[in-house]
T-cell receptor, first 112, second 109 residues
Framework: DVKVTQSSRYLVKRTGEKVFLECVQD?????MFWYRQDPGLGLRLIYF???????EKGDIPEGYSVSREKKERFSLILESASTNQTSMYLC???????????FGQGTRLTVV | KQEVTQIPAALSVPEGENLVLNCSFT??????LQWFRQDPGKGLTSLLL?????REQTSGRLNASLDKSSGRSTLYIAASQPGDSATYLC????????FGAGTRLTVKP
């Protein structure tokens, strides 16, 4: 079975902190994605990556950056956390092209 | 930019009913369309994947159809059960992956 693992289920951080959310997949997938999910707004794409060291902005990249140094790991970085970044963050991966996407269990981040 | 819409936003049915969830998208140049289920506070579980060349996929009581030219997909759930209560999301894959806002389904015993 494909496994996508996010490093934390719940995280509480202070305003202004630098926050790292980690995602690891074990199926050699090329594509990896970061979304945030908020009530009434659905899943919004923050960044995605289709290969090592490659990244593309999604719909809401402001305040975030990403890192993909190894194929299996895709990190989301909040440079200076703010309260409006309190959300559920979901990571996904897939093979390039016509394949199924798999999701991690999500990280609920609260910024206080 | 691909826009994905799901109707209805919420649905409540008695146990045993057959039901249809709708998903529409604006750009027909897609690789595939995937239906997910999400339970409260949890991640997404994949239900069905339909490739762009396919018309439908079935898994148990679930049947998903795809009409790429009209930008529509439906998820049909037969003989609904209380355990089917969840939010159902469709995602359209056309290089990136875009989601609808979901349909929150409640099946009452």
């Amino acid at each position: 079975d494909v496994k996508v693992t996010q490093s934390s289920r719940y995280l509480v951080k202070r305003t202004g902190e630098k926050v790292f959310l980690e995602c690891v997949q074990d199926m050699d997938h090329e594509n990896m994605f970061w979304y945030r999910q908020d009530p009434g707004l659905g899943l919004r794409l923050i960044y995605f990556s289709y290969d090592v060291k490659m990244k593309e902005k999604g719909d809401i990249p402001e305040g975030y950056s990403v890192s993909r140094e190894k194929k299996e790991r895709f990190s989301l970085i909040l440079e200076s956390a703010s309260t409006n970044q309190t959300s559920m963050y979901l990571c996904a991966s897939s093979l390039r092209g016509n394949t199924e996407a798999f999701f991690g269990q999500g990280t609920r981040l609260t910024v206080v | 930019k691909q826009e994905v819409t799901q109707i209805p936003a919420a649905l409540s049915v008695p146990e045993g009913e057959n039901l249809v969830l709708n998903c529409s998208f604006t750009d027909s140049a897609i690789y595939n369309l995937q239906w997910f289920r999400q339970d409260p506070g949890k991640g997404l579980t994949s239900l069905l994947l339909i490739q762009s060349s396919q018309r439908e996929q079935t898994s148990g009581r679930l049947n998903a159809s795809l009409d790429k030219s009209s930008g529509r997909s439906t998820l049909y759930i037969a003989a609904s059960q209380p355990g089917d209560s969840a939010t159902y999301l469709c995602a359209v894959n056309s290089n990136d992956m875009r989601f609808g806002a979901g349909t929150r389904l409640t099946v009452k015993p």
